[in-house]
Nanobody, 111 residues
Framework: QVQLVESGGDLVQPGGSLRLSCVGS????????IAWLRQPPGKAREWVGT???????MYTPSVKGRFTISRDNAKNTIYLQMNDLKVDDTAVYYC?????WGQGTQVTVSS
């Protein structure tokens, strides 16, 4: 069974940092294209960034320079390091591979 499980969401002050994790199982993790997406309250889900097996990464402009995706294939885990967080980054964050989504983890940025 293909599964993705996110963790690491929390309440953080503006300017703070968080690292989200997404653990995959049931598929060949090191060959998978994996994306991070988020859904702000009352808004549509939006793409944050994507990691390709060869090491390439892409980010949406609003997070470029602040967020970094990395992966540890030995642990079947992909990370989203988020720095200089802003109130607008408040959302439920999801990882996705093909048609499989995780359950999401809540990130709240507030003073």
């Amino acid at each position: 069974q293909v599964q993705l499980v996110e963790s690491g969401g929390d309440l953080v002050q503006p300017g703070g940092s968080l690292r989200l994790s997404c653990v995959g199982s049931g598929f060949t993790f090191d060959e998978a294209i994996i994306a991070w997406l988020r859904q702000p309250p009352g808004k549509a889900r939006e793409w944050v960034g994507t990691s390709w097996p060869g090491g390439a990464m892409m980010y949406t402009p609003s997070v470029k320079g602040r967020f970094t995706i990395s992966r540890d294939n030995a642990k079947n885990t992909i990370y989203l390091q988020m720095n200089d967080l802003k109130v607008d980054d408040t959302a439920v964050y999801y990882c996705r591979s093909a048609d499989t989504w995780g359950q999401g983890t809540q990130v709240t940025v507030s003073s």
